[in-house]
């Protein structure tokens, strides 16, 4: 049998972990002041670990448009790009190249003339802005040109998500926004036409309003327009927000009516990678019709192989990962992989509709047919019924088992009605589809055993709707 000696290294470094541990039990981590001293790598790591079961678990979160999956590959390709910045194309022209046959495929997805530009951005957010901007600049210089005033801009749009509010207030552009009536969800030609006037830098249509998920009427929308110049003389361009509906309108509505750039009047398009795209979070995309499209006093231009690079974005350093994973995708999936993945979620959302309609206490808004949104399930409380609970007490409710499903007013005239949501995305299997099912089942049987005295308000519900 070996000798051991009684004391080694082993022994003092293990009784430091203990002592290190203990110490991380009884102090709580530093949350105000900047520590003075360091910590332990792994305690603090564990502590922080633990913090963070504290958040929303991300596969039961409905609300979010965003990707909650990443392959291994993806996750590998993150690891790989976490040193990288988006912006030194001179140090990583690589990257620089992924990034170019992205924008190159995303133009022949939206049906773009040969002429097309367009960048990478954090998200929809910063690509609306820039889509945003362009069509002011553009606006402004034909004013100029024209001797007309230019210090009066304004922009149309349906029920937007706040992204464009945010765009109009730090840009200083009138928003001049059409609300939902209770026969109209979307914007209408008609009532578009009623706020355009010789200051609309754009008119905004959603493919894919984050409220209900319904594509607006892209064809129709330029169709008025093209009749408003023929009387007036007024050209009037389109942005398309399409953060949600750009990777799926190409995949699973062939049929849906012209929204991209086959329509002439369209001249930018935003779309979230980390949406539909499957890319993980921090990316989105904007992209013009032609090179015209976008004003050349925009552009700044950074070093790139010893020569030019044109760029256009609101931040300089970015992460680059994002950029190769949506590459990945886009190789790795092809048209075919994105529509059966897609298509997956439609048929869910379309389950789970039926389901909820069986219960005969909800009107459906959106039941996920992919002709006429994207792949979610909206839904209202029957009029005329009186159920003794709200849908802010059952996203409550459900919040109990971990779910997270926001319930929120509309605009309009149905700023006072509740509305419900989920987002079907890629890792919302049947199974889980089933477990939501059960679980709505349930609060309802629980509400009927244990009515409400007070039902929550819209103001009371925190409710993470995404729009804003
Ligand atoms: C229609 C629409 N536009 C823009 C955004 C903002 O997108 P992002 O979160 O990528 O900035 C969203 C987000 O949900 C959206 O639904």
Known sequence: MALHSSTSRSTDLEEQAISDTADSLVTPLPNAK????????????????????????????????????????????MALAVDKNLIDKDEYPQTAEIERRCISMMADLWNAPNDAV??????????????????????????????????????????????????????????????????????????????????????????????HGLYEDVNAISEALDELQHRKGLDVPIHVDAASGGFLAPFCAPGLAKWDFRLPRVKSINTSGHKFGLAPLGVGWVLWRESSDLPEGLVFHVSYLGGDMPTFQINFSRPAGQIISQYYDFVRLGRDGYKAIHGASYSNAQYVARELEKLGLFDLINDGNPAEGIPTVVWTLR?????????????????????????????????????????????????????????????????????????????EAASCNHLG
């Open 118 to 211: 367009g960048c990478s951005t954090i998200g929809s957010s910063e690509a609306a802005m820039l889509g945003g901007l362009a069509a002011k600049w553009r606006w402004r210089d034909s004013r100029k040109a024209a001797g007309k005033s230019f210090d009066r801009p304004n922009m149309v749009c349906g029920s937007v998500q706040v992204c464009w509010k945010k765009f109009a207030r730090y840009w200083d552009i009138e928003l001049r926004e059409v609300e939902m009536t209770a026969g109209e969800l979307c914007m209408s030609p008609e009532r578009m036409l009623e706020q355009v006037d010789e200051n609309t830098i754009v008119v905004v249509p959603t493919l894919g309003v984050t409220y």
């Open 383 to 459: 009029s005329g019924i009186e159920l003794g609970f709200n849908l802010y007490d059952l996203a409550e409710r459900l919040r109990m088992r971990g779910w997270q499903v926001p319930a929120y007013p509309f605009t309009g005239e149905l700023a006072d009605k509740a509305f419900q949501r989920i987002l079907v995305k890629r890792d919302f299997s049947r199974e889980m589809a089933d477990l939501l099912l059960i679980d709505i089942r349930n609060a309802i049987t629980h509400f009927e055993s244990h009515p409400i005295k007070t039902s929550l308000s819209a103001a």
């Open 34 to 77: 900047f520590p003075a001293g360091s910590r332990p790598a792994l305690t603090t790591f564990n502590l922080l670990k633990q913090e963070l079961l504290l958040d929303g678990n991300s596969k039961q979160n409905l609300a979010t448009f965003c990707q909650t999956y990443e392959s291994p590959q993806v996750e590998e390709l």
